[in-house]
């Protein structure tokens, strides 16, 4: 695998397509899509992935039979994507080779974790060190954001916070849950002053946050 992951997007729906591509090199990936079986076939000779994400249902050439005949000589870790919910598709997508298995729709964080988690089994140091927080670059273990001309340190306190935060993206977590992850003594409003310096960190407007979200009642939530 290259140090940068190379993912092909398998999709008749454009929209689809468009946004998972826009959403995905965010990430720092690079990434090539295809509206068909024939059109990745084509691809598929000028590079090749680290991951593929397939479309069950496309014309011509379902995924499950773009899936069996691309395992007949490759074995590149394959996400399925479909609308349908039947036990039954999900079953045959994974007997015919398929790695992981998604309904659409879905949210975009869930698919992140899912991506990751794949790459992570194919090769475990890969994305387990940063992550891509809007256009900042998260470095975990460094507890350093790089922007644009620019690195913010994080204190130790704060980078605690956003590393439990990090490795749980989309799942809110209550302040209860953050305080005895990162074993913060018994005052919760201490995680809510982290949190708001971290805010200040990576967000363009700390009072508007749109990645370090507050869910009302429940907790916060880190979302990419």
Request: glycine content about 4%; overall charge negative.
């Given at each position: 695998m290259?140090e940068?992951?190379n ?13 998972l ?12 899509n ?12 000028t590079?090749?992935?680290d991951?593929?994400?397939?479309d ?8 499950f ?9 490759n ?5 399925m ?7 039954d ?20 964080d ?5 991506i ?14 940063s ?11 460094k ?27 989309g799942?809110i ?13 018994n ?38």
């Amino acid at each position: 695998m290259t140090e940068t992951p190379n993912i092909l997007i398998i999709d008749d729906d454009n929209q689809i397509r468009d946004l998972l591509q826009t959403f995905l090199q965010k990430q720092g990936w690079h990434i090539a899509n295809a509206s068909n079986a024939e059109q990745a076939r084509e691809i598929l000779k000028t590079i090749k992935p680290d991951l593929i994400i397939l479309d069950v249902m496309m014309p011509n050439e379902s995924g499950f039979e773009f899936l069996e005949k691309l395992r007949v000589n490759n074995n590149t870790p394959v996400l399925m994507l479909t609308a349908k919910m039947e036990l039954d598709d999900k079953v045959q997508g994974l007997l015919k080779g398929a790695d992981d298995y998604l309904t659409k729709p879905f949210e975009p964080d869930e698919l992140l974790l899912r991506i990751k988690a794949i790459l992570r089994r194919i090769n475990p140091s890969i994305n387990s060190e940063s992550i891509m927080i809007g256009n900042m670059e998260y470095e975990m273990e460094k507890g350093i954001i790089k922007g644009k001309n620019k690195v913010i340190k994080l204190t130790e306190k704060e980078n605690a916070l956003l590393n439990i935060l990090a490795n749980n993206l989309g799942v809110i977590l209550s302040r209860e849950e953050l305080q005895e992850k990162i074993n913060e003594d018994n005052d919760e409003r201490s995680i809510d002053v982290q949190i708001t310096r971290i805010r200040k960190k990576i967000e363009e407007d700390s009072k508007t946050p749109q990645f370090l979200q507050t869910i009302r009642g429940k907790g916060y939530v880190l979302r990419v």
